[in-house]
């Protein structure tokens, strides 16, 4: 460590102050992946939705200091004087409409295996979950028996419908039995 001292009214060495940058690296958040190239001061980070997610601004969350004191894009935080500052985000799972299907088919939901996906509800469901369809003894299902939750949409379509059966159908044991 160096002294400063001054001699004949001239500092032996000139000081600067730097602002702080950020020890940490930027708060993850669920559901975002988040994007940054630097620690130093007036650095930003910014968060990006996975597929499926949308990005919401997160009122639970402990606010970052000095919050609303930038004017950065939602999803953008900038370290300042050693501090992540910007508004706390997450990324929320995108909803399907209620699935509607012909009068015969019975639905069985699986939620979403998806990190963070939350609850399935009664009418909507999550990015991820599946849904199969079955059809009554006696019949059985023309279109996809299976689909799945994907950015908002019902993947592939539902246009599935039961049909009745005009020949009996085997057992699956019969397939599959070993000698």
Known sequence: MSVTTCKDGVWSIRSKCVPASCAKR????RGARVRFYSRMHNAKARYECFPGYTLQIDTQSK????AGLVNDPLGTIRCLHGEWVGTPVYCEPTRCPRLVVDKMISIQMKPSTLPNAGQLFTNEA???TQAFLYC???YHIQGPSVVVCHESHWLPST???CERSIYPVLPTEWLYRLP
């Open 26 to 29: 930027p708060p993850s958040t």
């Open 63 to 66: 606010k970052y200091p000095g």
């Open 126 to 128: 999550v990015q991820g």
């Open 136 to 138: 009554p003894k006696g």
């Open 159 to 161: 246009d599935a419908r």
